[in-house]
């Protein structure tokens, strides 16, 4: 099949594919490029590599269980793909959700923000030649996700956040992690201002490169990082504040060329404002209920709630340390059947049991009303928008995903025109293509 590039080529010109195996082009885009010696006369990108069928699988799977396929959308900060879905549901169904989870939210949203601009960052700089500004940011990334995956569980695909709150709270030791992996980050941060800002390599790369004037970034439905690197003042935060983002102090970073060094430079200061939101929830965040004593473990619970007196209680450890029965008030919703039942409840008592049981059979479980809503949350790469469609069923009639990677791409032909092929590898890392969240 002749593609639309091959019909306008000239005759002199020199027609190369770069990607979908090109290691800069990640396994999922196919650039066609139109080559006048080393100059881009024209090109096509081509995606679609890597999809999976994000939003049908969705229909087919309950409002619960769907979760985790969030995970893997932006599989850098999947936290944030969590929030927009559960908050998007909360909508639907006017689920009030406490505010020490609103707070935790937050926290965990910023620091996956702040991994996933180091990740874009050390990608772009490492292809550019930078390594050592890899590592740097590598190693930032790495308390980062320390702190994660001390408080969820996992690393990357984390599925923590829950309709209605938050899985459970955070751990005992979280604020002196937290505060290590921040001064870690500030470090690496200023480390890599000495190393690239004035260097005069990084600058000839990246300065008057691939320039992108607010009206082409508004036109092709840029957002995020990329956006406010051309000068439009959007961010969702701002814009529509949701959780508590309203109670906090911060400002929103913008460039002045929406160059590939805007984009940079952008993405830098947003992890300081980050970093400046964490700290102040921490601060500012509702005290959490204390700790348990003397829990048993599930087994020893089931044998003590046979021999149980009216006046004994039993404390259980639930295999996630973190979600005890006291917990939940300060962590999730009051909302009868939007939560799953506390095992101390499921282990020990049949009411708690049946009640465990309806929540995940089919039919039961989350029902929200007939209706439809949309709601969005401010992403690693922009705006990140579920649409969902219900029918009264524990299952969306229609999922809908309005990513911001798309948008991005689209406008990629147009941002390499005219520049040369080593110009294509920097400006491709600086729009952050995530191909989970581009394919779906």
């Given amino acids: 099949m002749t593609t639309r590039l091959q019909k ?115 990608a772009m700089t490492m292809e550019c030649g930078a390594f050592t500004v890899f590592l740097y940011y590598i190693k930032a990334r790495e308390e980062i996700w320390k702190v994660i995956e001390k408080t969820t569980g996992a690393r990357m695909t984390t599925s923590y956040i829950r309709i209605g709150g938050v899985r459970c709270d955070l751990h005992p030791d979280f604020k002196k992690d937290v505060d290590r992996a921040m001064k870690v980050t500030r470090d690496v941060l200023k480390d890599v201002k000495g190393l690239l800002d004035k260097n005069k390599i990084w600058i000839d790369r990246t300065r008057d490169v691939a320039v992108v004037s607010p009206d082409m970034a ?44 805007d984009r940079y430079m952008v993405r830098m200061k947003e992890m300081e404002q980050s970093l ?68 101390e409840d499921t282990y020990t008592t049949m009411e708690g049991l049946i009640q ?5 059979m089919k039919g039961h479980g989350i029902r929200p009303p007939k209706g439809e809503v949309y709601f969005s949350v401010e992403g690693g790469s922009g705006e990140l928008g579920y649409y969902i469609v219900s029918d009264g069923s524990d299952r969306p009639y229609r999922l809908h995903l309005r990513g911001p990677c798309f948008h991005i791409v689209s406008a990629l032909e147009e941002m390499i025109k005219g520049h040369y092929i080593a110009d294509v590898i920097p400006t491709f890392g600086s729009t952050n293509m995530i191909g989970g969240e581009l394919d779906r």
């Fill in 8 to 122: 306008e080529a000239r005759k002199e010109s020199l027609m190369i594919n770069m990607g979908p195996s090109h290691p800069a082009m990640h396994g999922t885009i196919r650039i066609m490029l139109e080559l006048d010696g080393e100059k881009v006369r024209n090109s096509e990108v081509e995606v679609g590599y890597l999809h999976r069928g994000f939003e049908k699988t969705c229909e087919n799977k309950t409002y619960f269980n769907l979760l985790p396929y969030t995970d893997r959308l932006n599989y850098v900060s999947p936290l944030i793909n969590n929030v927009g879905y559960v908050m998007t549901l909360e909508k639907l169904m006017d689920v009030t959700v406490p505010e020490r989870a609103q707070y935790i939210r937050v926290i965990m949203s910023e620091l996956s923000r702040i991994s996933d601009h180091l990740t874009a960052l050390a």
């Fill in 276 to 343: 400046r939101m964490v700290e102040q929830c921490i601060e500012q965040i509702p005290e959490a209920v204390p700790e348990a004593k003397g829990e048993i473990n599930p087994h020893e619970a089931i044998k003590a709630a046979r021999t149980q007196k009216p006046d004994e209680e039993i404390r259980l450890s639930p295999n996630l340390k973190g979600s005890e029965k006291e917990k939940y008030p300060t962590i999730l919703s009051d909302k009868y059947g939007v939560k799953v039942p506390p095992k």
């Fill in 356 to 360: 465990h049981f309806k929540f995940f």
């Fill in 218 to 261: 508004v036109n092709y439905g840029f957002t995020g990082p990329c956006l406010r690197a051309s000068g439009v003042k959007y961010d969702v935060r701002k814009a529509r504040p949701y959780l508590i983002y309203d109670k906090l102090d911060w400002v929103v970073p913008l460039g002045e060329n929406g160059d590939n060094f």
